[in-house]
């Protein structure tokens, strides 16, 4: 009967597919990634629609063999100097407890001169430390330290303090994480019959974690108007938001519209969303999503909050959710941290302050503003704080409680890494002086 339960061995003729594809894809996607900034996740989904022909067991291969590449990117490439597909095998192998048959058959036709093994279960130390003897006969050999998984001068602008454990937090997989929106018991129930793990937040009811790489589509077709897959660090500005029924709030950066989508969800359908964004298809999509959760009134239009002229309208909230360095989300885009630089945090954090200058205006008296930013670059984050303040005497911080702790805060959140786990997040919540 176990024998049964087994999944055939692949013929070799598919894992031979398999390393023509990465031979064929990787090159380019680095190219595209390193030298024009491009995401990975983008780049790697084009290739898939442009060949359909490929199957759900080619389509993993390939997300598993580029985002471990890009995981390792800065000990294999930068440091080790390893050919692209040797740097992919090696990355896949510190990702993995096991490697899969595709992966072994890339191995045979690598010429490492030593056997990969799987280094998944292991510590970053201890993975750093099984590269460093594997490579020690290597010419011009440096050990391999945890400095190298980033670009360099990055504790310039970063808590060095929490640094090194971000950075550790960046070379794992994130969980996947899904919002409820009812009671998430029914939800549970079908997590646990089709045997997928799941863990409720144990101070927010409505989140639920899952390992990395689940298709939460497939695995809760009939419940898809239930849930909204949406990072725990993203569930909190919403809560901090804490819109009130028959409030009118302005998502001025809105993007698909996740958090416009939890701001609905928190007045129970009795209050309005503007959802803006300079990006119409990403406007479409949102109201798609509405539509899809049977939310009506979230009203969307294209805006610029940089460069167009203030609304005339005042409005009860403002989420300001703005575009960003990103640097938070390293965990689930590991390709981004080779695309960015210093000097895109510095230059991210000028337009923040402009766009809350801006949508300042738009603020009842007694109103309230939320900025939210998914990184933790001090420009970014108290920086702007600072600045938004000297500009703006008729605002102060609104303290708040951490919605992951429930502990008290000064008005300012930042959520690192480690702490959903999940994307880094930083927060403040601001009100404007009545009258």
Known sequence: MDNENKPRPLPEKVMRRHAELLGELLPEITQLVIEEGRPADSLLNRYLRAHKELGSRD??????????????????????KLPIIEACLVG????ST?????????????????????????????????????????????NLTLADLVFP???SIVDPEKLGRSIEQFQ????????SRTDPASLLAVLTKSKTASTVHPQLPLAISMGGGISLAHVLTDHAAQFVVQDIASQCVGLVCAPQKGDDWWDCCAGAGGKALHLMDLMEQDGKVLATDTRVPTLKELKKRARKYGIRNIRTQPHNAVNDEPFTKNFDGILV?????????????????????KRDAIQCAN???????????????????VYAVCTFTRPETEEVVMNFLDANPTFKLD?????????????????????????????????????
């Open 59 to 80: 389509r993993r291969f390939l997300s598993q063999a580029i985002f471990s590449y890009f995981r390792w990117y800065g000990w294999t490439i930068n440091q080790l």
């Open 321 to 341: 959710d703005a575009p960003c360095s990103g640097w938070g989300t390293w965990a689930r885009n590991p390709d981004a941290r080779w695309r960015t630089s």
């Open 172 to 179: 794992g997989r994130p969980p996947t994480w899904m919002r």
């Open 399 to 435: 303290p708040f409680a951490n919605p992951l702790t429930g502990e008290a805060t000064d008005g300012q959140l930042q959520i690192w890494p480690w702490e959903g786990p999940g994307d880094a997040m930083f927060i403040a919540r601001f009100i404007r002086e009545a009258g």
């Open 98 to 142: 096991e490697l899969a048959e595709s992966f072994l058959f890339l191995e045979k036709h690598c010429k490492l001169p030593f056997p990969v093994t799987p280094l998944g279960g292991k510590t970053l130390e201890e993975k750093a430390d099984a590269l460093n003897e594997w490579f020690k006969e290597t010419p011009d050999f440096k």
């Open 351 to 369: 337009r923040q302050v402009k766009i809350l200058n801006n949508t300042a205006w738009c603020v009842k008296p007694g109103g309230v503003l």
């Open 92 to 95: 896949t192998a510190l990702d």
């Open 153 to 155: 001068d990055l504790d």
